[in-house]
């Protein structure tokens, strides 16, 4: 059986006397709401470590007003049963309260990487993914933590956040898991309705012409965006947030597609924002 830790104590008085034993703590941060993705992260850190922790807090910080906080899919049941089944020694569920108490006034900003791509239709959501990942790295005091390259803005955020605060947590990123038909495994795929999801398909059809273009020679970035705008016009559900071509490393737009270039997409389909990406070379 898992064990749950509710207080922020706890989880931290938890820690650090694991890590006092000579517990090499793996830690996987989510939202809740599993899915294969999840478990792609959970296989992953249980062979990483002796001590696998697992943390389910929805981030109130990281929505914007006029988001789907409060319509976030939950179901802790069939998060537990997951966290069973994948062997997590701990899973930590903080509330709201005592994670923003009444005066809380710290957050943690990563400049440049945080306002390109999404966090530019998303003002202030790497704030309060930096502010909750910190936050969390400080209660369950891990040696690793693992996230999703679905999400690779994200990934590079944290990295520059631990980098630049000394953090004394090795991050691994894990590759992304995609339905049978491509999707990007998210847990917010739940709010599309059936035409939504068979829209929702234009996005892996949209990243593969893309690859095919490159591998058929194509180095301009803006001939590809153009091919994949085309692709996802075409589906009447679809509506494009952004289509970028940039360098992996520091997220900037590369006009000429080389080793180090990734494809960006953002697109809307009903309630859902769906988010992938792609190397191109
Ligand atoms: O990727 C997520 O689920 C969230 O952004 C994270 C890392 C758990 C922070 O709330």
């Known amino acids: 059986m898992s064990k749950i830790i509710t207080s922020i104590k706890e989880m931290q008085a938890q820690s650090a006397a694991l890590r006092a034993k000579g517990n090499s703590i793996v830690f996987v941060p989510t939202m809740g709401f599993l899915h294969d993705g999840h478990r792609a992260l959970l296989v992953a850190g249980r062979k990483m470590g002796s001590t696998l922790v697992m943390s389910i807090f929805v981030n109130p910080a990281q929505f914007g007003p006029k988001e789907d906080l409060s ?37 943690v900003e990563v400049e440049g990487l945080s306002n390109t791509l999404c966090g530019a239709s998303r003002p202030g959501h790497f704030r309060g993914v930096a ?12 040696h690793k933590a693992l996230f999703g390259k679905k999400d690779f803005q994200q990934i590079k955020v944290i990295e520059q956040m631990v980098k630049d605060l000394d953090l004394p947590v090795e991050i691994t990123g894990v590759e992304t898991v995609r339905e049978m038909d491509g ?37 301009e970035s803006r001939i590809v965006i153009e091919k994949v705008k085309k692709i996802i016009e075409k589906e009447p559900l679809a509506m494009i947030d952004y289509i970028r071509v940039c360098r ?8 000429v597609i080389d080793e180090g270039s990734m494809l960006f997409l953002a697109v809307k389909v009903g309630k859902a924002r769906l988010i992938d990406n792609t190397s191109l070379k």
């Open 71 to 107: 319509a976030y899919p939950r179901d802790l049941d069939r998060d537990l049963k997951m966290a069973e089944d994948e062997g997590v020694d701990i899973v930590f569920t903080p509330s709201a309260p005592d994670m923003y108490p009444d005066g809380f006034k710290t957050f």
């Open 183 to 219: 999707l990007a495994m998210s847990s917010r795929n739940s709010y599309l309705g059936p035409q939504e999801r068979t829209a929702a398909i234009c996005v892996p059809k949209a990243m593969e012409e893309a690859r095919k273009l490159v591998d058929a020679g194509e180095a």
């Open 248 to 255: 992996s490393d520091n997220l900037e737009d590369a006009p």
């Open 131 to 142: 502010t909750v990942v910190l936050k969390l790295f400080n209660l369950v005091m891990p």
